[in-house]
């Protein structure tokens, strides 16, 4: 049990859902396998909390895996649901706010100028991928190893003996065919992406990539990174695909893309843009986008798809995250991490840099900006004063706290973080009130529901666990 402290209604609970629920879940890493405990089950949220069946109160950090940046429960998202389901909870039929919220997103991207709203974030990606090879009339695909785009097939695929080599599956079901179209190289390695494209020219249809990696841990893309992908795809007739189901309106409210200057020809969005309902969006350049049926020869479809519920709920967030403030010419943002060349490393904390053209510094941002900053500085001045070796990642509201000593750029470094000393911070916040996430591989997730208090709460709770590690 690792520490865990009891929780009796949650474990009978899990014991019944094991009988009827594959493996007790719906979703695999709610099993807690990652630390070897019972998992709790939640039965209400409000603002930075979440209570489980036993009564307990946690200050949550999994955030609904991250779509809860407003916090949970917000009162304007859940007046828009109400709202929305006294005039029927689905239609099949087209609705003001489905193009409303295209809209929306459209205005916050610029690259996007044509919306697909969907049901899931494996769904949009799935899309991206049939468009891009549509466009292109090729069939390879380049993802990065430790990116995860969801559970489609050509994407379940694990890197191979060589960096530029086909894939082979990582799941069961998966036909060899098809892990054979997917190419996987590792994050933030600009010579592995020349190399691959030397090595299959004219047969790659699209680079599949996160951003700012963030379903191995958050990674962010190292100086020139995204700019090398673009042109390697520019000269080689490529798609550029950004997954921002994560990033998008969360890093910024226009994306990753509006951090780091960098346009894709694809976008894939969820998470934030459902408000905590399932949603999702595929968007891009019109002439790509319209090859989308009925206009075009590409099929996609999907029953749920801009639920009245799901786009009142999205549109209400959006309203909140999009406040501006007045902005001088040349002001500076706080930026992520970033790398030194010099030294080989990311040098550690946030930093300022001139803004990209179009960052607008939101005040929600602001707000958030400040919240993860105090967390980032206080879990690593905890862990210091504890003598436990971490290395801290964060790009505004997103972070992860490896238990390794070296920089984290790329899978191979996340693998190096230490299990068995996070599965006892784990077992340490949980016991004092901190819900993470049940995985070393997960982001912790800050929202604008987080106050001061809910902050050193955490650093904390986090220095107790820390010595406890040491100990």
């Keep these: 049990m690792n520490g865990q402290k009891a929780y009796p209604k949650s474990a009978q609970a899990w014991m019944r859902a094991g009988s009827f629920l594959v493996g007790g879940v719906n979703s695999p890493v709610r099993a807690f396998g990652g630390v070897e405990m019972t998992p709790l089950f939640i039965e209400r949220a409000a603002g930075s909390k979440i209570y489980d069946i036993d009564g307990n109160e946690y200050i949550d950090y999994v955030g609904s895996w991250g779509p809860m940046i407003l916090g949970h429960a917000h009162p304007k998202v859940l007046d828009a649901i109400r709202t929305a389901a006294k005039n029927g909870t689905s239609f099949g039929a087209p609705t003001l706010a489905e193009t409303a919220l295209a809209e929306k997103i459209a205005a916050a991207f610029d690259s996007i100028e044509k919306v697909r709203l969907v049901s899931s974030g494996t769904e949009a990606v799935m899309t991206a991928i049939r468009l891009a090879r549509a466009y292109t009339k090729r ?18 695929v694990a890197a191979g003996s060589g960096v530029a080599e086909t894939g082979i599956a990582s799941s069961a079901g998966v036909p060899d065919s098809l892990a054979r179209l997917t190419i996987v190289l590792p994050y933030n390695d600009i010579g592995a992406a020349k190399a691959a494209f030397a090595g299959h020219e004219d047969k790659i249809a699209a680079v599949l990539v996160e951003p700012i990696a963030a379903n191995m841990g958050v990674v962010p893309p190292i100086d020139g990174y995204l700019a090398a992908l673009r042109n390697l795809c520019d000269a080689g007739g490529a798609i550029l695909i950004f997954d921002e189901v994560i990033t998008g309106f969360r890093v910024a409210y226009g994306g990753a893309q509006e951090l780091f200057g960098v346009k894709a020809d694809i976008t894939c969005l969820g998470k934030i843009i459902g408000g905590g309902l399932p949603l999702a969006a595929v968007g891009g350049r019109a002439d790509i986008m319209d090859m989308l049926a009925p206009i075009g020869p590409v099929y996609q479809a999907g029953t749920l798809s801009g639920n009245p519920i799901a786009t009142a709920a999205a549109n209400a967030t959006l309203d909140i995250l999009e406040e ?18 010099a030294q080989d490393r990311f040098i550690a904390g946030s930093v300022a840099v001139p803004a990209p053209a179009k960052h607008i510094q939101r005040p929600v941002y602001q ?8 967390l980032e500085v206080g879990l690593a001045n905890a862990a210091k004063e504890a003598g436990v070796t971490v290395t801290i990642n964060r790009v505004g509201s997103i972070m992860s706290c490896f238990f390794t000593d070296r920089p984290v750029r790329n899978f191979a470094d996340v693998q190096s973080t230490n299990i068995k000393q996070f599965k006892k911070f784990f077992a340490g916040m949980l016991n004092q009130g901190v819900y993470l996430a049940p995985s070393a ?16 709460k955490t650093i904390e709770a986090a220095g107790k666990s820390f010595r406890k590690i040491k100990g």
């Design 139 to 156: 069939d390879l695909i380049i993802k990065m190893a430790g990116c995860y785009h969801g559970h489609s097939d050509c994407l379940l």
């Design 441 to 456: 591989y997960e982001a912790m997730f800050v929202s604008l529901a987080h106050t001061q208090e809910d902050i050193e």
């Design 324 to 341: 501006r403030p007045h902005v001088k010419r040349g002001a500076k943002y706080l930026a992520p991490q970033s790398f030194d060349r």
């Design 367 to 374: 707000r958030l900006e400040s919240s993860a900053a105090m």
